[in-house]
C-alpha cells in the first residue's frame, strides 16, 4: 500500500532534468534506475569549503589566537624528509597568490612523501599555527584538486559533495559537476515524497534527525554537525532493521521451542570440580553460572562461549556436559577435525575416571565416533548411541550424520566454532528434542561483529588466563638470523623444552607440499639441527598418522616437529614452548595468533618467533606502524608488516582480531555468504561500536513489547520491513 507520493520516487531517472532514456540506462548499469536510486546516492566524500582562507589570512588569524579550522588552496613547492632525533618527519611547503604554509607529518613519513609532488595543487585543511614564525598546520586533511578546481573553491562558501563516477557514467559524459547538479535536481523535486522509515518514538527517543533532513544533509551539509547527525541516522537505521531480523529470529526460537529443564541432581558436578588440578578462574565460574542459568530454564540454551587459545574452554564444556548426564540426557561434543575430536576423547576419559574413583554414583560411558572406524566398531558405537549405552559422545560433524540417532540428545557442544557455518548450527538444532546448544569460539571475534553475526545467541567471554601462565615472548627476525635462532632451539632443548618448526603450505598442490616438508625436514636434520631427535607433520597424511607423531611428540620422542600444515587447532602439548614460524609474513594474524597458542601452556616461559623475508616488517620501528594512523593505502601497501608487529606487540586475541579486522573486513574474514554476514552501506563494524549497540537495544526492546508487530507505533516498521527486507523474511515469519 504505497502512497501515491511515494509511488512518484519509483519512477525512472530518465525524468530527471538532463539525463533522458540514454543516460538512464548508464544509470541502471550501476544500479540506479529509479528517483528514490537516485536519492539515496550519497557522496563519498565532501570538501568542506565554508572557512577557506588565503595564506596570508590564515597567518593573520592564527597570530591573533585563532583557534578554529581552515582551509588553504595551495600548490606543493617544496618537500623534504628530515631526522628528528631517531625519527623521521616531513615538511611540505606550499604556496598561494598571498604567501607560504608549511605541512608537518610525524606518522606515516614515507607515504605522505609519496603523496605530494611539485607543481600539484591541493586543499588543506588543519588548524593553523604559527611556529618560528612560520604558518603551520600538523598532519592536516587534504584533497588533491584539479587546478580548475581551485576556482570554484574560492566562490563557493560550501561544504560541497563529490560522487563516485563509476566509468559507466564518465562514458556519457557525466563529470563532477554534471552528476552533482542531476542529484541535487532530484533533491530539489522529489526529496519531500520520502515518508518517514523510522517511528517517531523511536526518532525521538534517539535523538535522530528525520528523514528528509537526513538525506538533504548527507548531501549538501548545511553544518558538519547536520552531516554528522545524517550519517548517524542512516547507520542507526540499517543496524535497526537487521538487529530487528535478528531479534525476530531469536523470539521464534525461544518462545515457540520448549527446552529441557534441568535441575542440579547429584552432587555429580561439585566432585568432579573438586578433581581438578587447578582452581578454575574466576571467568570460567562466570560463564559456568550463565550457562547453568540457561540449562535449568526452560528455554533451550544458544550461547556463545568465546575465550582465547588456552583460557580453558573445554573444562567449561565438560562441566556443562556432566550437568546434562547428571540429568539423564547423552550430550554431544563436536570438534572440527578428527584428531581433536580425538584428544578431547582422551583428555575427557581420563578426567572421567579420576571423577570415577570419587564418585558413586552411575558410570559415565564416553564414546568417540570418528570416520575411519572398523565398521562393527561403528556399528557398536552406533547402537550405545541409540540405546544411550553411551551419554557422552564426541565425535566430527560425523556425529550428525542421519545414522547416528540419539536416544536423549540434551546439550551439544560445537568446539571451535567458527570453522563452521551458520546454517550447520541450525542444522544441528534438528537432532533430538530441543537440546541446548553451547558453541565455542578461540576466535576471539570485536563484540559488534559478534552481535551481528552471531546476533541471536547469547554471549559469554572467558576474559582471563589460568593464573600460571607467563606471557609468551614474541619475536620477529630476518631470515639472515635462523643460525643463531637454531642454536638457542639446541640449548633451550637441553633444558627440556620442545619445539614446533612451523612452514606455510608451500604449494597448493599437496603433493609439492610433502616434497617441500621432506625437503626441509632433510636439510635440517643432516644441517643445521643434526644432533637434535625431528619429526615430520605434512597434509598428506591421513588423521591416524597424524595423530601418531603427534602423540609421539607429546611422548616426548622428538624434541622439534617439522610441520607445514597448521599444526591442529587445540592440539595440547605443554612441553613444546617454543614456536618457529617460517616466511610468517604469508599467514594471516588470526592464523598466526592460533599457532602461537600452540605454546605457553605450562608454566614455563615460552617463545613465539617469527621469521620473514619481508625487509620492512624485520626492520620497520613498531611504532611508525601504529595503526591508527595509517591512511587506507599505508595500509594496504604495509598490511604484512602490521601483522607481524601486531604479533610482537600484542598478545590479548581480542585485540588482535581487532586489528585482523581492520586489516581484513569483516566480509573477508566472514565470506559474506557463507556466514550470512550482511553487507552494510552506512555503518563500520569496528568504529560504530556505540551506535550499533544502541540500534540492537532498541530493536531487540520492541521485539519483546511488540513480537508481531501489530502495535500502532510498529505499523511504520512493519511496512518498511516488508518493502526493503522482504527478501530476509522469509524465516522471520511475520508477513
Ligand atoms: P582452550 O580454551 O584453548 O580450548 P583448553 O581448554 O585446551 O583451552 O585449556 C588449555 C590448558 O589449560 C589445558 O591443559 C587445561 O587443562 C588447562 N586449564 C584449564 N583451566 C585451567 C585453570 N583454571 N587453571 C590452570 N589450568 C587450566
Ligand atoms: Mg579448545
Given at each position: 500500500m504505497k502512497s501515491e507520493k511515494e509511488n512518484i520516487l519509483e519512477s525512472s531517472v530518465q525524468y530527471i532534468k538532463s539525463v533522458g532514456p540514454k543516460r538512464a540506462e548508464s544509470f541502471s548499469k550501476i544500479g540506479i534506475n529509479t528517483i528514490r536510486d537516485l536519492i539515496f546516492y550519497f557522496p563519498s566524500r565532501h570538501l568542506d569549503r565554508t572557512t577557506v582562507l588565503t595564506a596570508a589570512k590564515a597567518y593573520g588569524y592564527a597570530m591573533n589566537g585563532y583557534d578554529g579550522e581552515a582551509t588553504i588552496i595551495a600548490k606543493v613547492v617544496d618537500k623534504e624528509k628530515r631526522n628528528l632525533g631517531r625519527k623521521e618527519i616531513l615538511k611540505v611547503q606550499f604556496r598561494d597568490s598571498s604567501g607560504f604554509i608549511e605541512c608537518v607529518w610525524f606518522q606515516g613519513v614515507k607515504y605522505f612523501y609519496s603523496v605530494f609532488n611539485e607543481g600539484d595543487y591541493f586543499a588543506i585543511s588543519g588548524k593553523p599555527e604559527i611556529n618560528y614564525n612560520k604558518l603551520q598546520i600538523v598532519h592536516p586533511d587534504f584533497d588533491k584538486i584539479t587546478e580548475e578546481e581551485t576556482q570554484s573553491f574560492l566562490i563557493t562558501g560550501k561544504i560541497i559533495p563529490f560522487y563516485r563516477i563509476p566509468k559507466e557514467l564518465k562514458q556519457k559524459n557525466i563529470g563532477d559537476l554534471s552528476l552533482r547538479r542531476i542529484i541535487n535536481t532530484a533533491i530539489e523535486s522529489y526529496v519531500d515524497n520520502l515518508e518517514e522509515t523510522l517511528p517517531q518514538e523511536i526518532i525521538e527517543q534517539h535523538k535522530l534527525i528525520d528523514l528528509i533532513t537526513a538525506v538533504k544533509n548527507y548531501h549538501y551539509p548545511e553544518s558538519k554537525e547536520l552531516f554528522e547527525q545524517a550519517k548517524r541516522r542512516f547507520k542507526f537505521e540499517e543496524m535497526f532493521y537487521l538487529e530487528l531480523l535478528v531479534a525476530i529470529k531469536k523470539n521464534n526460537y525461544q518462545t515457540k521451542l520448549i527446552g529441557n529443564k534441568m535441575e542440579i541432581k547429584t552432587n555429580l558436578v561439585s566432585d568432579f570440580i573438586k578433581t581438578l588440578p587447578f582452581e578454575l578462574t574466576h571467568s570460567q565460574l562466570n560463564v559456568l553460572s550463565e550457562i547453568k542459568k540457561d540449562m535449568l530454564s526452560e528455554k533451550p540454551m544458544n550461547r556463545l562461549l568465546q575465550g582465547d587459545v588456552g583460557s580453558g574452554k573445554t573444562i567449561v564444556a565438560l562441566i556443562s556436559m556432566l550437568i546434562a548426564v547428571d540429568n539423564g540426557f547423552q550430550t554431544a561434543l563436536m570438534a572440527p577435525t578428527e584428531i581433536l575430536a580425538d584428544q578431547h576423547a582422551k583428555n575427557i576419559s581420563e578426567m572421567i575416571n579420576k571423577l570415577a574413583l570419587v564418585q558413586k554414583g552411575k558410570e559415565i560411558k564416553v564414546s568417540l565416533l570418528l570416520g575411519g572406524q572398523k565398521k562393527s566398531e561403528r556399528n557398536q558405537k552406533l547402537s550405545d548411541i541409540e540405546l544411550q549405552e553411551a551419554d557422552i559422545i564426541i565425535g566430527t560433524h560425523a556425529i550428525f550424520e542421519e545414522q547416528v540417532k540419539f536416544n536423549n540428545l540434551g546439550l551439544i557442544v560445537i568446539d571451535e566454532q567458527h570453522r563452521f557455518g551458520v546454517k550447520q548450527r541450525a542444522a544441528l538444532?534438528?537432532?533430538?528434542?530441543?537440546p541446548d546448544v553451547l558453541v565455542m569460539s578461540a576466535t576471539p571475534i570485536p563484540r559488534t561483529l559478534s552481535m551481528t553475526v552471531y546476533g541471536d545467541l547469547d554471549f559469554s567471554v572467558i576474559n582471563e588466563m589460568p593464573k600460571n601462565r607467563i606471557p609468551i615472548k614474541t619475536v620477529l627476525r630476518g631470515e639472515k638470523r635462523l643460525p643463531e635462532i637454531y642454536k638457542f632451539i639446541i640449548d633451550k632443548t637441553k633444558e627440556g623444552y620442545q619445539t614446533f618448526l612451523v612452514y606455510p603450505l608451500v604449494e597448493e598442490s599437496e603433493k609439492l607440499d610433502l616434497k617441500a616438508a621432506t625437503t626441509f625436514y632433510e636439510d635440517l636434520k643432516e644441517?643445521?639441527?643434526?644432533?637434535l631427535k625431528l619429526g615430520l607433520i605434512h597434509g598428506r597424511m591421513s588423521w591416524q598418522e597424524k595423530e601418531e607423531v603427534m602423540l609421539m611428540f607429546k611422548d616426548k620422542q622428538f624434541d622439534v616437529l617439522v610441520s607445514t600444515t597448521v599444526i591442529e587447532v587445540g592440539i595440547d602439548i605443554p612441553d613444546a614452548n617454543i614456536i618457529l614460524i617460517n616466511d610468517a609474513h604469508r599467514f594471516g594474524l588470526s592464523q598466526l595468533h592460533q599457532l602461537r597458542g600452540r605454546v605457553g601452556r605450562s608454566n614455563k616461559q615460552a617463545y613465539c618467533i617469527l621469521i620473514t623475508k619481508d625487509e620492512i616488517a624485520a626492520k620497520?620501528?613498531?611504532?611508525?606502524?601504529e595503526l591508527d594512523y595509517l591512511s587506507s593505502v599505508q595500509l594496504e601497501k604495509y598490511k604484512s608488516s602490521v601483522r607481524l608487529q601486531s604479533m610482537v606487540k600484542h598478545l590479548d586475541g581480542f585485540k588482535i582480531a581487532e586489528i585482523d579486522l581492520k586489516l581484513r573486513g569483516p566480509g573477508d574474514i566472514f565470506g559474506t555468504k557463507q556466514s550470512g554476514f550482511p553487507e552494510l552501506k552506512y555503518t563500520n563494524i569496528v568504529e560504530d561500536q556505540e551506535i550499533i549497540l544502541e540500534a540492537k537495544q532498541s530493536a531487540f526492546k520492541l521485539i519483546e513489547v511488540d513480537p508481531k508487530l501489530e502495535k500502532n507505533f510498529s505499523a511504520v516498521i512493519r511496512k518498511n520491513l516488508i518493502k526493503h527486507y522482504s527478501e530476509n523474511l522469509s524465516y522471520a515469519k511475520i508477513a
Open positions: 538444532q534438528s537432532k533430538g528434542k530441543t644441517n643445521h639441527l643434526q644432533n620497520q620501528n613498531a611504532n611508525e606502524l
